[in-house]
């Protein structure tokens, strides 16, 4: 493996470079599967946020959870809508507020295809203790905060 040296700057040298084709193989396994359902890999994956939120959501929190602007959400809820897996509805509790919902019947066709990836994903933990386990959680937790702080520095350079 490119710069591989000893120790641990052999080892980070390593990870830099693995984890450069980690984001690529993912990016790229994002787009096939959005290219499969017919979607924008953006509009997809505010789809599988949408699927961890436990109720309907404002477009102001779309915006919120992918980093978008709130025009740009609302157009990604138009062609999310528009393919049929979201809804626009009135809240119940406020008029005044639209919530965009997610079509269980849609999601549940969407959750069949992650299920059907899921099982091969998982078996790549088989060897792994609950300690190792943990250890990869924990990391992606830090990598998923690391990835917004970056996207916000991002943002505010072209401001």
């Not at 993912?26 to 979607?39: E, P, S, T």
Request: aromatic residues 6%; neutral net charge; contains cysteine.
């Amino acid at each position: 493996m490119a710069g591989k040296g000893t120790g641990r700057s052999g080892l980070l040298a390593e990870l830099s470079v693995v984890s450069r084709r980690y984001m690529a193989s993912y990016a790229l396994f994002n787009q096939a599967v959005a290219d499969r359902i017919g979607l924008h890999p953006t509009d997809l994956q505010c789809l599988n946020l949408l699927t961890l939120e436990e109720a309907p959501v404002t477009t102001g929190r779309v915006a919120e959870l992918t980093g978008l602007t709130t025009g740009s959400a609302t157009r990604l809820v138009d062609r999310l809508e528009r393919a049929g897996y979201v809804v626009r509805r009135r809240d119940e509790v406020d008029r005044r507020r639209v919530l965009v919902a997610t079509v269980p019947e849609r999601i549940a066709e969407f959750g069949r295809l992650w299920d059907s990836l899921a099982g091969d994903w998982f078996s790549l933990f088989d060897e792994l203790d609950d300690t190792e386990l943990a250890v990869i959680v924990r990391h992606m937790e830090r990598t998923v905060d690391f990835g917004w702080e970056q996207i916000a520095r991002l943002r505010e350079r072209r401001a």
